[in-house]
């Protein structure tokens, strides 16, 4: 078993806060990591399995239990049944960047918006990763995993994770467990072969993020660099020399609510409907049939609402910390809250439960946390 000396967790996640370990395991194969989750999880005790630590944030303590870092990498090109598209099945532990940088420099569409987003491949589809109207549910075919319940290895197809927005089957959201038990192996994606010529940007979100014009036409490069450039402009492109990159990307998840609250938010806070069920299934027993089908009901679609906007318009600015802390809101985007260098936990912790509480008193929304939060509470 691969174990090594433990690391503080401070020094592997991109919020700097968490102890060392009881024991730390470094998997790099896939042999390697299948064997040390059957043995850690056999004992019974906690574990912590990490990636690149940029949705995780922990507690001061010391973590009382295992580490098993997933230090897995590698990308295989594959056919796929679908004219002009390629698969990659990529292995858990690779960088989600430089996969999306591979794809570029081979012509292939579907993940490029997705530019800089830190962390593995691995923990893409646990939260359903997205970023300017691109998810990985819109080009994930399947994943490989191992279930902690049986210990057994599976191929599962993407219509069976419960995909949407931020949250899987195996995400552990605040205050609750993970449908599903398991750790990802490997990832599949299906990409469109486009080749590096200009071509129309689909998604107005991308457009408009980009200040194209609809039917304006540039290359996957092109897209790739000014989603990096917008990024940095944001703090979310992670740098050493650049403190509000000391995060967890946003903190909080844009809301999603019923259509009748929103609109009684002001008309200024962006929003952006939820594609709804637009083919429900209708099931009438055979002897129950009388001819008549009824009229489907149309609903209006659920909203979802930008966060930052309500933070800053509940009176909380970019820069904003409390009075002694080392803990701020970013100073180039409000959704992200920052370690300023040497913060703790709690500090964050209490600044996120302020901004909560001002957002609640405002606009009657209680902002839900998007890192999985270990041994700290909100």
Request: contains cysteine; proline residues 7%; hydrophobic residues 45%.
């Amino acid at each position: 078993m691969p174990d090594v000396e433990p690391i503080p967790l401070a020094q592997l996640t991109t919020l700097r806060t968490g102890g060392a370990p009881s024991r730390m395991i470094d998997a790099h194969t896939t042999h390697e990591l299948v064997a040390a989750l059957r043995d850690v999880w056999a004992t019974g005790e906690q574990v912590l399995v990490l990636g690149g630590g940029s949705n995780l944030f922990i507690g001061d303590e010391p973590f009382e239990g295992t580490v098993v870092r997933v230090l897995t990498s590698g990308i295989e090109r594959m056919p796929s049944p679908r004219p002009g598209f390629v698969r990659l099945r990529v292995q858990a532990g690779h960088d989600w960047d430089d996969l999306v940088a591979f794809a570029v420099a081979e012509g292939l569409a579907g993940i490029e918006a997705m530019s800089g987003i830190p962390g593995t491949v691995g923990a893409a589809p646990v939260q359903n990763i997205g970023a300017y109207g691109q998810e990985i549910v819109q080009t994930l075919v399947e994943v490989e995993l191992i279930d902690e319940p049986t210990v057994e290895i599976s191929t599962v197809p993407a219509d069976q994770l419960g995909l949407g927005f931020r949250t899987s089957v195996f995400k552990h959201h605040y205050g609750s467990v993970a449908a599903r038990p398991a750790v990802i192996l490997s990832v599949t994606l299906e990409l469109a072969d486009v080749g590096h010529g200009d071509r129309p940007v689909p998604g107005e979100q991308l457009r408009t993020a980009l200040g194209l014009e609809p039917g304006a036409e540039v290359s996957l490069d092109w897209v790739r660099d000014h989603v990096l450039a917008t990024r940095r402009r944001k703090g979310m492109v992670l740098d050493a020399e650049d403190p509000d990159t000391y995060s967890a990307g946003s903190f909080f998840q844009n809301a999603i609510v019923s259509a009748s609250f929103a609109r009684t938010l002001p008309a200024e806070c962006p929003r952006w409907p939820v594609t709804p069920d637009l083919d429900p299934v209708l099931v009438i027993p055979l002897a129950a049939y009388d001819g008549y089908v009824p009229a489907s009901v149309s609903a209006e679609s659920d909203v979802k609402v930008s966060a930052a906007w309500l933070i800053e318009h509940s009176g909380l600015r970019k820069g904003f910390k409390l009075p002694r802390s080392r803990a701020a809101l970013s100073t180039k985007h409000a959704l992200a809250l920052t370690n300023r260098g040497s913060g703790s936990a709690e500090e964050l912790a209490q600044l996120a439960r302020f901004i909560q509480g001002r957002v609640q008193a405002e606009f009657g929304l209680i902002l839900q946390p998007e890192p999985v939060l270990v041994g700290i509470e909100l």
